[in-house]
């Protein structure tokens, strides 16, 4: 059973920094494409970012463009998601998500396993 576990997450003030970190196990983790999405309170799942099995490709919704730098160490089977300038309309629960796939994945039903997620709260 593939396991991920997020953390990194907490209370930041408006323009400062967080680093997330995603540790899968129980599998071959360079063969999986990873991604990062969110969701607030009374709001849907969104995407935020996605990244190529091998690293050589990413995505990244608009609104974190710039911002938000997705990455991944295959060696350490860890996904990270480096989050600057952040902004009160960040502020939500940020899940990990893999799927054993040479595709870059954006969408939520792409994806099989599913961290359990962190909280993000960035104050104004």
């Not at 996904?79 to 969408?107: G, W």
Request: proline residues 2%; positive net charge.
């Amino acid at each position: 059973q593939v396991q991920l576990v997020e953390s990194g997450g907490g209370l930041v003030q408006a323009g400062g920094s967080l680093r997330l970190s995603c540790l899968a196990s129980r599998l071959t983790f360079g063969t999986y494409a990873a991604g990062w999405f969110r969701q607030a309170p009374e709001k849907e799942r969104e995407f935020v970012a996605a990244i190529s099995w091998s690293g050589g490709y990413t995505d990244y919704a608009d609104s974190v463009k710039g911002r938000f730098t997705i990455s991944r160490a295959n060696a350490k089977k860890t996904v990270y998601l480096q989050m600057n300038s952040l902004k009160p309309e960040d502020t939500a629960v940020y899940y990990c998500a893999i799927e054993n796939s040479v595709r870059l994945i954006t969408t939520s039903r792409g994806y099989t396993h599913w961290g359990q997620g962190t909280q993000v709260t960035v104050s104004s």
